[in-house]
């Protein structure tokens, strides 16, 4: 039996984002994930795997090799690859290639929420953040939202040139802001400690969607955002005593439990108001490198 390999350009070619949020959804109807992190360390290189089982779906590990000396090398910082095996007699049915499936998996997590929760009439989106994962967001959410003006803010404002130099009519922005202020939907990437987005700026009937913080002293944005707006997470496992983002607000006080209104596996409460500020904590997870894995070996095999 010829257990394929499947590479980024080829694999990318054959998905579409709607297409992959459907599967997301219909993941969460299934029995909630089993997930397991496991990390291993030699000075400052990692080895880390991430495991998801479902039953009906399958399982997968997700394995990341992390060496930050690479790049003097001329070498990728991060590699690595999912193993996808079946639900039925756990023999191994694909490799995937690492970076394919963390792309679709980032951008595709947001962009199902923001499907439900944000504005269908939504025609102002600003990205926070011009790396890798900005760009992604600019190609998802532009599936879902065609009509749309994408503007990015970064820091460092040459990163954001070379963003819109490589997605035409993307607009960027002088001041944070400003750009939040305008937006009907803000979606946030950074590598922040201190966040950057604040809750004065925010205004009724904008969905707010954070990406960046995914550990437990990170935070994109600050108090005043969340007392403002309906609270939701993708999982509540994986998100509310791991990332600092819900963390840090719900052990000071300053937000209840109950203001994190519900996550994927609620999919039927994620609903909104017209003038609802809505929060989307977007923490990932093996259950979705999971899902999306199957959806790309899916399409894979009716090519």
Known sequence: MNI??????????LLDWIGLTDALAAGHHLPKAEIGDTFLYRDSDTLLSRAAWING????????????????????????????YADGDGTLEAIVDFHLVTK??????????????ARPDSRNILIVGAGTVGRSLFDAYSAAFPQAQFTVWNRTR???EAMAKARPGLEIADTLADAVQAADIVTSATMSTDPLIKGEWLRPGQH?????AYRPDMREVDDAALLKSRI????????????GEVK???????????????????????TRTANDITLFKNG????????TSRYILDRWRTS
Do not use: C, Q
């Open 4 to 13: 394929p390999f499947i590479p980024f350009a080829e694999g990318e070619a």
């Open 57 to 84: 779906l399958g399982m997968a590990v997700k394995t990341a090799t992390i060496f930050p000396g690479n790049p003097r090398h001329d070498k990728p910082m991060v590699n690595g690859g999912v193993n996808l």
């Open 104 to 117: 679709w998996k980032t951008a595709g997590d947001s962009l199902l929420a923001a499907r439900r929760l």
């Open 158 to 160: 040459a990163n954001a």
């Open 208 to 212: 707010i969607d954070l990406i960046g």
């Open 232 to 243: 939701f997470v993708d999982n509540f496992d994986t998100t509310l005593g791991h990332i």
């Open 248 to 270: 840090i607000p719900l052990e000071a006080g300053t937000i209840k439990r109950d203001a994190i209104k519900a996550d994927y596996y609620d999919l039927p409460a994620f």
């Open 284 to 291: 990932g997870g093996a259950h979705l490198d999971l899902m």
